[in-house]
């Protein structure tokens, strides 16, 4: 499950707002393994590195896989059954969404996942999909209280669609705690923001074109989107993929019906949500289930806005948005 960078659209990184005003700063750096900035408007920053810091911290020790300490991995190693808040809270999105899939969408298909090498997991040269399946499973975890219980020991669960997301959300709450109001927040892609920009106006997120070749999030983008008051994430599978036997396009995705590597015609999905959360673990499914499943799921859940670029089956591609979304949105059609 592949993840793209949304980027802030802002020519102004320090804006001054009078002498006695406070000013917009930037902060930027490395955390959860992969990058982060924030834009926010504060008059005294003392401290406030520390506590990002110290709050990204105590997420990486909760829910990163990658973390051998981590609290999510000692409960995939079976050395504990306890979960905190953070992981309890991520289940429960993740689950909402695994519903709303059918079951395409499911944190619990890391097992295949690191079977098939998307992972970080060691490349099995021939696995056994369907044997991996029956430790897949939405509906084979409960979690009750404090305790989390699973129907096999061996299944294995992946925050990795979701907690990026909530990581945003939370982050949001820590900076209002402190008092600031204008703010956005990114990290690995996904957004999440409030107030105004230094420009007066919501913030303004570009979304990357889908170019086979383009590498480089900001290089290229497809549509510029207004925000203020809510999280937006954006998943694709145009920048992993390899050629099979029949010269087919096979992205790192995977379905957890099936087990198998995706072949969504939806090349990447851009949802916007009331926490970053669900658009996090909402963007990710709407990549695996491809345009027509994605378009139908979008008209019954209206909780979510969303913009599908997806193949035109000409070697190019076009885009689909929800309804509140078309007003808004600056697009341009592949040249």
């Given at each position: 499950?592949?993840?793209?960078?949304?980027?802030?659209?802002?020519?102004?990184?320090?804006?001054?707002?009078?002498?006695?005003?406070?000013?917009?700063?930037?902060?930027?750096?490395?955390?959860?393994?992969?990058?982060?900035?924030?834009?926010?408007?504060?008059?005294?920053?003392?401290?406030?590195?520390?506590?990002?810091?110290?709050l990204?911290?105590?997420?990486?020790?909760?829910?990163?896989?990658?973390?051998?300490?981590?609290?999510?991995?000692?409960v995939?190693?079976?050395?504990?059954?306890?979960?905190?808040?953070?992981?309890?809270?991520?289940?429960?999105?993740?689950?909402?969404?695994s519903?709303?899939?059918?079951?395409?969408?499911?944190?619990?298909?890391?097992?295949?996942?690191?079977?098939?090498?998307?992972?970080?997991?060691?490349?099995?040269?021939?696995?056994?999909?369907?044997?991996?399946?029956?430790?897949v499973?939405?509906?084979?975890?409960?979690?009750?209280?404090?305790?989390?219980?699973?129907?096999?020991?061996?299944?294995?669960?992946?925050?990795?669609?979701?907690?990026?997301?909530?990581?945003?959300?939370?982050m949001?709450?820590?900076?209002?705690?402190?008092?600031?109001?204008?703010?956005?927040?990114?990290?690995?892609?996904?957004?999440?923001?409030?107030?105004?920009?230094?420009?007066?106006?919501?913030?303004r997120?570009?979304?990357?074109?889908?170019?086979?070749?383009?590498?480089?999030?900001?290089?290229?983008?497809?549509?510029?989107?207004?925000?203020?008051?809510?999280?937006?994430?954006?998943?694709?599978?145009?920048?992993?993929?390899?050629?099979?036997?029949?010269?087919?396009?096979?992205?790192?995705?995977?379905?957890?019906?099936?087990?198998?590597?995706?072949?969504?015609?939806?090349?990447?999905?851009?949802v916007?949500?009331?926490?970053?959360?669900?658009?996090?673990?909402?963007?990710?499914?709407?990549?695996?289930?491809?345009?027509?499943?994605?378009?139908?799921?979008?008209?019954?859940?209206?909780?979510?806005?969303?913009?599908?670029?997806?193949?035109?089956?000409?070697d190019?591609?076009?885009?689909y948005?929800?309804?509140?979304?078309?007003?808004?949105?600056?697009?341009?059609?592949?040249?």
């Amino acid at each position: 499950m592949r993840k793209l960078l949304a980027i802030i659209s802002l020519s102004v990184l320090f804006v001054c707002c009078g002498q006695n005003r406070s000013k917009y700063v930037r902060l930027e750096g490395f955390a959860l393994g992969t990058t982060y900035s924030f834009i926010l408007q504060m008059h005294d920053t003392t401290g406030l590195q520390n506590g990002i810091d110290s709050l990204f911290k105590t997420i990486d020790m909760s829910m990163s896989v990658f973390n051998p300490s981590s609290l999510i991995n000692r409960v995939n190693n079976n050395m504990t059954d306890s979960v905190d808040q953070f992981i309890a809270y991520c289940i429960s999105v993740a689950r909402k969404v695994s519903e709303i899939s059918g079951g395409a969408y499911d944190i619990t298909v890391k097992p295949v996942t690191e079977a098939l090498g998307y992972s970080g997991g060691k490349v099995q040269q021939h696995p056994n999909i369907d044997s991996l399946l029956q430790y897949v499973g939405y509906d084979k975890i409960t979690v009750t209280g404090n305790r989390l219980s699973k129907a096999n020991s061996a299944m294995q669960i992946d925050l990795n669609s979701v907690a990026k997301g909530y990581a945003c959300d939370l982050m949001g709450e820590f900076l209002e705690d402190k008092g600031v109001a204008d703010y956005i927040i990114e990290i690995g892609g996904e957004i999440f923001c409030k107030g105004k920009s230094p420009r007066g106006g919501e913030w303004r997120i570009g979304i990357d074109r889908p170019s086979e070749g383009n590498m480089i999030p900001g290089k290229e983008q497809q549509a510029t989107i207004s925000l203020s008051g809510k999280g937006l994430a954006t998943s694709g599978n145009y920048r992993q993929f390899y050629i099979d036997s029949s010269g087919r396009k096979v992205t790192h995705i995977v379905d957890a019906r099936t087990g198998k590597s995706g072949l969504s015609d939806v090349l990447s999905a851009t949802v916007i949500a009331r926490t970053c959360a669900e658009a996090d673990a909402a963007a990710t499914m709407l990549t695996i289930v491809g345009l027509d499943q994605a378009q139908k799921l979008l008209e019954q859940h209206n909780e979510w806005d969303a913009l599908l670029i997806y193949d035109d089956g000409k070697d190019g591609f076009t885009t689909y948005a929800t309804e509140n979304l078309r007003g808004q949105l600056n697009t341009e059609k592949k040249k």
